[in-house]
């Protein structure tokens, strides 16, 4: 990056420098307009998302003169960023390098194609890119922070936990200990996390610890949730007992989950295998919530999916943008989308585009590295998932029912 160029941070309070000089970025609101903007750089993002980021399900009556007022500022605050208006809304044309977030996703997508030394290596950086652990800092409670705080953190953690795993598996037992210590302190449900700590322990020849590691967590586990660890990290405690120091390095510290989900987090960028791991894992869902504030997405695309997807005893609830409900075929539409679930309400201020399954795995979406559409993270850690499934119900209790169609026979 040239030295005077900005320098643009998501990742912990959302800042702009130049060289070593901070730039004035105004209100939280204001802030917030820019972030949005910032995580589709290069793409119009229409003003209703703008005001749905900002302010949520209640806006001012005066929001979209606020937003010409944030814009206008924020071109005076940042003159050398090509930021213009484009219908539906505003395009900010920066380079992807200059914005912390897509600088980290970059680096862990170039350490997903590498292994050993140059994996870590990446890692590192990527992680290098983030000033603590609180993404998008600074914004208040406005509904962008909300939503896509948690799936930054994930994202983060996931990349630390791959790189605490490189690091084991180089011998630096010693030197990640203390760093786990303080994961596990943070995270104290994430089983992943123990699983490091006590890998690192007993690597560093302190296997006593290790035991009593895992008998905190057991004891914990009971208490507060009446559960027990997973099968992978009973494993390995029996491992550590019989005095196996070595992991095998195709499970050493992978994110896991009981059940049949694997990992904790993964980037799918194909939509056709997005669609495949949604259906493979909603199949035989109890309740699944889904969110659908795309307005440029066709609108029998939901009802597609519910139909594919609708069968035994499972519960929908869907939110979907009022904007889904605004055409010619309205009438076919909340026909087919009644007939396909159970309950489902429309807002004008839906939160970020996510599926909940029982509330233990979920899709939001994400853009794939090519600039495509349909992408998204599949997450399985239960803390980000309820955070998510509280977004759900926040949105849920401030929409309106749909009304059917007929009898729903079109």
């Known amino acids: 990056m040239p030295r005077n160029a900005i320098d643009l941070r998501l990742l912990g309070p959302v800042t702009a420098t130049s060289g070593r000089t901070d730039i004035p970025l105004g209100a939280p609101q204001q802030r917030t307009v820019l972030a949005a903007l910032l995580m589709e750089p290069g793409r119009v993002v229409p003003v209703d998302d703008l005001i749905d980021a900002v302010w949520g399900e209640r806006p001012p009556a005066a929001a979209r003169k606020a937003v010409q007022v944030y814009v206008s500022r ?3 605050a940042l003159p050398t960023l090509d930021l213009h208006g484009r219908p539906p809304g505003y395009r900010l044309d920066v380079a992807p390098d200059r914005v912390d977030v897509h600088r980290f996703r970059a680096l862990v997508r170039a350490a997903d194609a590498v292994t050993g030394e140059d994996a870590r290596g990446l890692l590192r950086r990527a992680l290098a890119q983030w000033r603590g652990t609180a993404p998008l ?3 208040g409670d406005a509904p962008l922070a909300r939503a896509l705080a948690p799936v930054l953190v994930e994202e983060r953690l996931t990349a630390l936990q791959r790189r605490v795993t490189l690091d084991l598996e180089a011998g630096r037992h010693r030197e990640v200990v203390s760093e786990l210590v303080a994961l596990t302190a943070a995270h104290p449900y994430r089983e992943s996390v123990h699983g490091l700590l006590m890998r690192a322990l007993h690597g560093a020849g302190r296997s006593a610890e290790a035991l009593a590691a895992y008998r905190a967590l057991e004891q914990r586990l009971a208490r507060e949730l009446g559960a027990r660890p997973g099968a992978e990290l009973r494993r390995l405690h029996g491992r550590i007992r019989q005095g196996d120091a070595a992991t095998p390095p195709s499970q050493a510290g992978v994110p896991h989950a009981a059940g049949p989900y694997g990992a904790e ?7 056709a295998l997005v669609a495949e791991r949604l259906w493979s894992v909603a199949r035989d869902a109890r309740e699944v919530l889904a969110v659908h504030p795309d307005r440029r997405a066709h609108p029998e695309d939901l009802p597609r ?3 594919r997807l609708g069968r035994g005893g499972t519960v929908w609830r869907t ?27 429309v807002t004008e201020h839906p939160v970020q585009r996510m599926v909940l399954v029982d509330r233990r795995i979920a899709f939001v979406a994400s853009t794939p590295g090519d600039g495509r559409r349909g992408g998204a993270l599949v997450i399985r850690n239960a803390g980000v998932v309820a955070t998510l499934a509280d977004l759900f119900e926040h949105t849920w209790a401030n929409t309106v029912d749909i009304e059917p169609a007929g009898d729903g026979r079109t």
């Open 305 to 307: 999916f519910l139909h």
């Open 265 to 271: 987090v993964e980037r799918v960028d194909d939509p």
């Open 319 to 345: 939110i979907v943008h009022q904007r889904c409900l605004s055409r010619p075929d309205q009438v076919r539409y909340s026909a087919r989308l009644h007939r396909a679930g159970d309950r489902h309400r």
């Open 74 to 76: 924020l071109r005076h």
């Open 137 to 139: 800092a600074g914004l």
